[in-house]
C-alpha cells in the first residue's frame, strides 16, 4: 500500500480516529500492530507477503539479544562478542537481501530498519543510551510504519518517550501534521513526476541528445529526485506529527548551500549523523588511524599527517554512502567517491581560493559570491546524479561527454516536449510550482511557516489550505498509466 493512495489516506484517518480512542498506555500496541500491517500490505504490493516482516523481527531479535547480553556482562570481550555477532547478522542479511539478492526478495525499508536498529545496539554498547529490555517495544522502534518508506533513521535516545508514553489529542498538531502531508503531495505529484518525464527521454535517450538538452534533462532529475524525497519526508513527518510523534527532520533547504560539505548536512540528514557517529568517529580512534598520522609526520609534516587520516577515513565514509544507495558504480561513484573528491579538492584548494578572492576584492559573504557558491553546488550535486540516474558508469561518461559536444537544442524542437506532454502549459505549472516551493522553503529558514499561517485570520488560512489542496487534486499527474504507488527514492535503498 503505498502513503500516495487513496486507499491508504482512509487508513490513516481511521486509524487517527482509533489511535486517539484507545488508552493512552495502549497506544503504543496499537502502533505496533499498525507498522505490521503496514509493512505486510506494502510488501504484498511489490510481490511479497506477511512472511517478509519474518526479516525484520529476526534483525529485532538479533539486536535485542545482544543489547541484553551486553548490559548483563562485565567482560569487555563478551560485549564486543555480543556487538560482533548482531552487527555480522544484521549487515549479513541486508546485504543478502538487497544486493546478492539469491533470488529472495527483500522486504522494504531494510536499509533503514537495519541502520534504526545497529544504532540503537552501538549506544547500548557504548554505554551512551539505555537498553529496552521489552522486545516488542523494539520491534515498534525498528519497525515503526512511517519510517519504513524512506526513513528518517532514528536514534532511541530521541524516540523513546515518545513511542511508548502515549499521546493526547492536540488540535494543533493534527492540523499542521496535514498541512505538512499536504506539502508532500504537492511535491511528489504535482512537481516530481512532471520533471520525470524530461529526466526520463533524456537519461533513456541520451544519445539523441547534446549540449544544452543533456544538461536540462540533468537539472530535471535533481528536481525530480529532491522534490520525490523530500516530498515523502514531508508527508512521512507529517503523518508522524499526526499521531503526536516528531521524527527527526531529514532536509535543511540543500540547494541553498554554499560548498558540497554544507550540502551532506542538509541532505539526508539522518544517514550522515548516523554515518559519522557510528562509522567516521569510530574508524579515527581505531589503531590504524590513530598510528597513521605518526607514520606519515616525518614525509608530510604534522598538519597534513592529520589532514591525510581525515581524508583516507573520509574515503571510506563516502564509498559506504554510495554503496549503501545501490552497490553498484554508478551509485559508489554519484553519491560517494565523486563527492570525497569534492570535498578533499575543496579543503586542499581553499588557502588558494583565498588568495584569489583577495586578490579580486571578493567580499565572502557578498550577495553575488553567496550566489555563485549555491550555483556551484547545485551543479556539482547534478554532475554527480547524472553517475546516480544512469545505468552504467560508462552510460554517464558518454552522457556528460555529449553535454559538451554542441548546442543542442533538440529537445526543445516542435513537438519534442509537448509530445513527452509537458506542453507550454506543463512547463508554466512546474515553474509557478517550484518558485512557490521555493520560496516555502526559503522563507522556513527563517521561521515555521505553518505557524506564520496559523496567525492569519481564520478565512485566509482555509482559503490558502483548499487552493494548496485543489491545486493538487486539479494538478496532480494522474491518469490510466500513472502510478504514484512509490517515491523514486525507496528504490535505491529498500
Known amino acids: 500500500m503505498s502513503i500516495t493512495s487513496f486507499p491508504f489516506l482512509c ?91 539469491l533470488g529472495l526478495l527483500a522486504p522494504m525499508g531494510i536499509s533503514f530498519y537495519t541502520l534504526t536498529l545497529l544504532g540503537y545496539l552501538f549506544d547500548v554498547y557504548y554505554e551512551i543510551g539505555p537498553v529496552q529490555k521489552n522486545y516488542a517495544r523494539l520491534v515498534l522502534f525498528g519497525c515503526y510504519f512511517p519510517t519504513m518508506v524512506s526513513g528518517p533513521i532514528l536514534k532511541y535516545g530521541e524516540m ?66 529532491y522534490t520525490d524525497f523530500d516530498g515523502c519526508m514531508d508527508i512521512v513527518l507529517g503523518l508522524s506529527e499526526c499521531f503526536g510523534i516528531r521524527l527527526p527532520e531529514n532536509f535543511n533547504a540543500p540547494f541553498l548551500s554554499r560548498s558540497i560539505s554544507e550540502y551532506w548536512r542538509r541532505w539526508h540528514i539522518s544517514l550522515g549523523n548516523w554515518l559519522k557517529d557510528y562509522l567516521f568517529y569510530p574508524l579515527l580512534r581505531t589503531r590504524f588511524f590513530m598510528e597513521l598520522p605518526k607514520k606519515l609526520k616525518g614525509r608530510l609534516g604534522k598538519k597534513m599527517a592529520k589532514r591525510v587520516t581525515t581524508f583516507a577515513a573520509m574515503f571510506i565514509l563516502w564509498f559506504a554512502i554510495g554503496y549503501w544507495h545501490g552497490g553498484t558504480w554508478n551509485f559508489i561513484i554519484g553519491s560517494g567517491l565523486l563527492h570525497w573528491f569534492y570535498i578533499v579538492s575543496g579543503e586542499l584548494l581553499e588557502p588558494q581560493f583565498a588568495k584569489w578572492r583577495a586578490f579580486f576584492g571578493i567580499r565572502a559573504k557578498a550577495r553575488g559570491f553567496v550566489f555563485f557558491q549555491r550555483l556551484r553546488t ?84 482555509w482559503a490558502v489550505l483548499y487552493a494548496l489542496l485543489f491545486y493538487v487534486i486539479l494538478l496532480g499527474k494522474y491518469g490510466p498509466d500513472f502510478s504514484a504507488s512509490e517515491f523514486i527514492y525507496q528504490n535505491f535503498k529498500v
Not at 556487538?83 to 549487515?91: E, N, S, Y
Not at 533538440?410 to 510550482?433: N, Q, R, T, Y
Open 160 to 225: 523513546e518517550k515518545q513511542l511508548y508514553q502515549g499521546q493526547r489529542l492536540d488540535y494543533k498538531r493534527i492540523t499542521f501534521g496535514m498541512q505538512r502531508m499536504l506539502m508532500g503531495f504537492f511535491k511528489k505529484l504535482v512537481i516530481s513526476e512532471r520533471m520525470a518525464l524530461v529526466a526520463n527521454e533524456v537519461f533513456n535517450h541520451y544519445d539523441s541528445y547534446r549540449g544544452l538538452s543533456v544538461w536540462v534533462g540533468a537539472v530535471a532529475f535533481t528536481f525530480q529526485l
Open 11 to 101: 487508513l490513516f484517518a481511521v486509524s487517527l480516529v482509533l489511535y486517539y480512542a484507545v488508552p493512552k498506555r495502549a497506544q503504543w500496541v496499537f502502533l505496533l500492530l499498525l507498522s505490521a500491517g503496514f509493512f505486510a500490505a506494502s510488501d504484498e504490493v511489490s510481490g511479497g507477503g506477511w512472511y517478509l516482516f519474518l526479516y525484520p523481527l529476526a534483525a529485532v531479535a538479533a539486536v535485542y539479544i545482544a543489547a541484553i547480553l551486553i548490559d548483563r556482562t562485565a567482560e569487555q570481550k563478551k560485549k564486543r562478542a555480543a556487538l560482533v555477532c548482531a552487527v555480522v547478522f544484521c549487515v549479513g542479511l541486508l546485504c543478502t537481501l538487497k544486493f546478492f539478492r
Open 378 to 461: 547545485f551543479a556539482l550535486v547534478t554532475l554527480g546524479l547524472v553517475f546516480f540516474r544512469s545505468a552504467t558508469v560508462p552510460d554517464a561518461v558518454r552522457m556528460i561527454a555529449r553535454g559538451f559536444s554542441g548546442l543542442g537544442l533538440e529537445l526543445f524542437a516542435p513537438g519534442v516536449l509537448s509530445g513527452l506532454g509537458m506542453d507550454w502549459i506543463e512547463c508554466v505549472i512546474v515553474l509557478v510550482s517550484l518558485l512557490f516551493s521555493s520560496w516555502v522553503t526559503i522563507r522556513g529558514q527563517k521561521e515555521d511557516v505553518r505557524e506564520r499561517l496559523a496567525q492569519r485570520p481564520l478565512l485566509v488560512r
